[in-house]
């Protein structure tokens, strides 16, 4: 996004009043590493997953009903598993749109998902927090609260997910009650909703036709659920109810196989990437035989992993290259795609994390991904949330969107003709009527990076990256004013909240 004067800036991230952009509309070119041949090659490896090893299908009867129904006998020595044509299997894809509106309630904050778009949505799933002052701890649904605010205030981000932290003081059976409602009322931009149980995805279609009415509902997607098949070749029933659920209602559902290269796939990025098509590929397959033209996003969660000690590394080679070669794949199906974003092993913000998050983050920009969750706020291989984490990696995603909605202007403008005929050789442009023009837009201003110099810094506290972070958030946190909301509404989806957690027992499993 371009840079605006200092006090507008000001304005736009303390002020819940300015609307953000929706979604960035990319102008620069995809980067596609693969030639037609290498793609094929890794096409026909998907093709044999598809057709010859098959997916499993667990523990949900009505799924492998449904594709009996379709013409495919499931096999194998659990009579789970599913092989089909893979021209077949490539239809069915074909079904899903390539770009579809999830409709936020504010019709100004809805962002368009496929295509030339991407969508920026912050941290999720995170069982524990950490800020600067209160260190790491499991989240609690202040916490929750917090950063749905944060999510919600900051103009970078477009979307504000689902569990953006584990609240972690409320029935893991009751929970998604709350975080659905906070989303809803906190915010007025996109999220997505429950998918760990069939209940709990129901209780969140249900709370989003509250919210936008029938009518919106069954015509529009708005509202979507975000799962991992159980890699390796294993879907489970968290995913094929959620898609019974969501696309069964023309929602969307976001499909990632979770892979760490070593353990859920074997050592190769190739054989990993074709892989995670494949079952992302048959999800997407099953969810249009539920319903044809139900959104799907195809995502790819692709991770090396350290060989000593098993655990997942993030910003390394491996994965930046399954971003870009997974972006090729999922736009010659015509399918959305989702990658992760700000990914980091480190546990705080710090070197370490800065490196990794911007390679991670830099190959998902390139790769074309319409949908980043995990693009601000993730530490600790996803197990934390940072405060400061998420208020730095939303400070560089408006640098990534420039270049990517903008990227060079060539106006006749932006060449400065008249600044020559103004500025003598050996002169400067400083005060030249083309810099004072332009000078508020020209260049994107980090909010949180310190360019002044060393005495300045000094005189002003030697403040470092995370306490001006930690300022920040608390600044922005002090001028919240929740979004404007239909009392009715508000007062319905409260009922419906107090009446399901009357029924459903606590359960902290």
């Known amino acids: 996004m371009a840079r605006r004067a200092r006090a507008s800036r000001a304005r736009q991230t303390a002020s819940a009043a300015v609307p953000a952009s929706p979604n960035v509309r990319r102008k620069l ?65 074909a079904k899903a749109p390539t770009q579809f509106t999830q409709v936020a309630r504010n019709p100004d904050r809805s962002v ?36 749905v605010k944060l999510a919600y205030m900051h103009p970078n981000l477009h979307h504000t997910g689902l569990v953006i932290a584990e609240p972690t003081d409320i029935p893991v059976s009751k929970r998604h009650l709350d975080m659905v409602f906070a989303h809803m009322t906190l915010s007025d931009k996109p999220h997505l909703g429950a998918i760990t149980e069939m209940s709990r995805a129901q209780d969140s279609v249900d709370m989003a036709e509250i919210l936008h009415g029938r009518e919106v509902l069954e015509q529009n997607c708005v509202i979507m659920g975000n799962v991992n098949t159980n890699s390796p070749l294993l879907v489970d029933k968290v995913v094929t109810e959620a898609i019974r659920v969501y696309c069964g209602r023309g929602q969307g559902i976001i499909v990632s196989p979770f892979i760490l290269s070593g353990a859920m796939g074997p050592v190769s990025t190739a054989a990993s990437v074709a892989q995670a098509i494949a079952e992302a ?44 070669v997974v972006g090729q794949l999922a736009r010659r199906l015509g399918l959305p795609l989702r990658c992760g974003g700000s990914l980091t092993a480190s546990k705080i913000e710090d070197a370490q994390a800065a490196y990794e998050s911007a390679d991670s983050m830099h190959s998902t920009m390139l790769a074309g991904a319409n949908f980043v969750l995990q693009s601000a706020g993730w530490l600790e291989g996803g197990l934390c949330a940072g405060f400061e984490k998420l208020i730095m990696d939303a400070d560089r995603l408006g640098a990534y969107q420039k270049v990517l909605d903008q990227g060079l202007d060539i106006s006749d403008e932006a060449f400065a003709n008249d600044a020559y005929a103004e500025v003598a050789p050996g002169g400067h442009f400083l005060g030249s009527a083309h810099t004072m023009r332009n000078y508020q837009t020209a260049f994107y201003e980090p909010a949180l990076s310190d360019s002044e110099n060393v005495e300045s810094w000094e005189e002003g506290g030697s403040r470092d990256m995370r306490r001006r972070a930690y300022e920040r958030w608390n600044g922005m946190l ?8 239909d009392p009715a509404k508000k007062e319905e989806l409260a009922a419906y909240v107090a009446r399901r957690k009357e029924e459903i027992p606590d359960a902290w499993y």
Not at 127 to 135: A, T
Not at 285 to 305: D, H, T, Y
């Open 29 to 93: 070119p995809f980067f596609d590493p693969l030639n037609e041949e290498e793609l094929q090659k890794i096409e026909a490896q998907v093709d044999w997953f598809l057709e010859d090893v098959g997916i499993a299908f667990r523990d949900d009867p009505v799924a492998l009903d449904i594709w009996l129904q379709a013409g495919i006998t499931p096999g194998g020595e659990n009579g789970d598993l599913i092989r089909a044509d893979a021209q077949w299997i490539r239809d069915l894809c």
């Open 112 to 147: 368009v998902i496929g295509g030339t778009n991407q969508v920026f949505a912050p941290v999720y799933g995170a069982p524990f927090v950490r800020d600067l002052e209160g260190g790491r701890r499991y989240a609690l649904f202040d916490d929750f609260e917090k950063l």
């Open 281 to 324: 590929m048959m999800c997407c397959a099953f969810a249009q035989i539920v319903r044809p033209g139900a959104p799907f996003v195809l995502g790819n969660f692709l991770s090396s992993m350290s060989l000593k000690s098993g655990a997942p590394t993030f910003g390394m080679p491996e994965p930046v290259m399954s971003n870009y």
């Open 478 to 485: 002090e001028q919240y004013e929740a979004p404007p909301i």
